[in-house]
């Protein structure tokens, strides 16, 4: 499913890929320096106090020309990454649809076939239609075109230069990991039936289906381009995996049908009063014993590294992420009726390098037991 870059737009992609790369190894750590030589000064010299919180670096960096010029380049990587993929996608468009809706008509015959179920009344939430999220026109979840699939093929690429290739051909590494930890925390559990929330084009779906290939695996999205093009992407890939678009928050699924709910990168892409009704929900979906895994990228321990985790808040539209900073994912799952949930900081060699304004290369698992 993913669309063919042409000579040019190849080259593109590679410069933006590489451009991201060097701004990650060679420019962020620049900030600190700032911080601690300039900007922090300045702050103390003004007010009379030290940074207090991210906020208050918030206000002592956006002053600093450093932190400009860096911002400035990490803004524009990103929407120089939008027009590297963009330009294929809309060449490709009409044949992308084509090949969804093949794949819908199941001209291909798989052993156990997986399922897309659209729900056109369902209500998309303002934090995704409030703002272009990553500055990608429309988000995840407008369709441009009857059967539209261009925010899935658009977010297959882009993820892959956004994350310079961390996640593999696949982009699977986020799945690989949450099964990796699944297996070794529970090696005799053979779940029968996963949901994966937020799956968009089902990049860390799919590794499930690997690890447990008996189960029944259902993803869920709240945006129908993305899950049309997931569907297509995962029969194209020979996985069977049922597809819906529901919200998180509140789905259809019957009380107890699963024995483990999982979501990769989503908790962040929700809001502060979703984040409780999205617990609850995994609480209701679990099977007594099920378990509840939600992947997360840290947001930092120190003033200075929350504020640059919270960059993409302030400057890509992740416009609700911020709310993230100061959560205690642990506490909440607990308040949602979970038992002994706890954090775990999983250290990788491979990872979101550029997102990583902390000198630890860590994932956050919230794991929680129903
Ligand atoms: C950053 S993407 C992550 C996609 C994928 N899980 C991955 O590992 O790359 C977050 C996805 O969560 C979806 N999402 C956000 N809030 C949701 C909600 N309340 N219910 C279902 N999906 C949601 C978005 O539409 C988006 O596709």
Redesign the pocket.
């Known amino acids: 499913m993913l669309p063919r870059p042409n000579h040019d737009e190849a080259a593109r992609q590679a410069f933006v890929t590489a451009f991201r790369g060097h701004l990650a190894a060679n420019v962020v750590p620049g900030n600190k320096i700032a911080y601690e030589r300039r900007a922090k000064l300045k702050f103390e010299a003004a007010q009379g106090h030290a940074p207090r919180d991210e906020h208050d670096v918030r206000r002592a960096m956006e002053a600093d020309p450093y932190y400009q010029f860096w911002s400035a380049m990490q803004r524009r990587s990103q929407e120089l990454m939008g027009e590297a993929v963009i330009d294929p996608t809309e060449r490709e468009w009409p044949q992308l649809i084509e090949r969804s809706r093949t794949s819908r008509g199941g001209t291909r015959q798989l052993k156990r076939s997986g399922s897309l179920r659209l729900d056109p009344s369902l209500v998309v ?1 303002r ?2 239609t409030a703002v272009d999220i990553h500055l990608q026109p429309g988000g ?2 407008t369709d441009y075109a009857d059967d539209d699939v261009a925010a899935g093929a658009i977010y297959d690429r882009a ?1 892959n230069i956004y994350l310079n290739g961390t996640l593999g051909p696949r ?1 699977a590494f ?2 690989e990991l949450l099964t990796g930890y699944f297996a070794t925390q529970w090696p005799d559990r053979k779940p029968a039936r996963i949901l ?6 089902g ?2 779906t799919l590794p499930w289906i690997d690890a447990y290939p008996a189960a029944e695996v259902h993803a ?4 129908a381009p ?1 899950l049309r093009y997931a569907h297509a992407r995962a029969r194209a890939l020979g996985a069977a995996v049922h597809f819906s678009q ?4 509140r789905t259809a699924f019957a009380t107890g049908s699963f024995d483990l709910v999982v ?4 908790l962040h ?2 809001s502060r009063s ?1 984040l409780d009704r ?1 617990f609850r929900e995994c609480h209701r979906l679990l099977a007594p014993g099920g378990i509840m895994l939600h992947l997360e990228i840290p947001r930092g321990t120190t003033a200075l590294e929350k504020f640059l985790f919270n960059w993409e808040t302030y400057n890509n539209n992740e416009t609700f992420g911020a709310y993230m900073t100061n959560v205690d994912l642990a506490a909440l799952a607990r308040n949602s009726g979970f038992r002994s949930p706890s954090l775990v900081k999983q250290r990788t060699e491979r990872g979101p390098e550029q997102r990583l304004y902390s000198s630890e290369t860590v994932w956050n698992i919230l794991m929680a037991q129903r």
Request: net charge negative.
């Open positions: 939430p934090y995704h995840y979840h993820l982009n986020m799945g994966d929330m937020g799956c968009a084009i990049n860390s869920i999205d709240v945006a993305v529901a919200n998180a928050e979501s990769h990168i989503m892409e929700t979703a999205i």
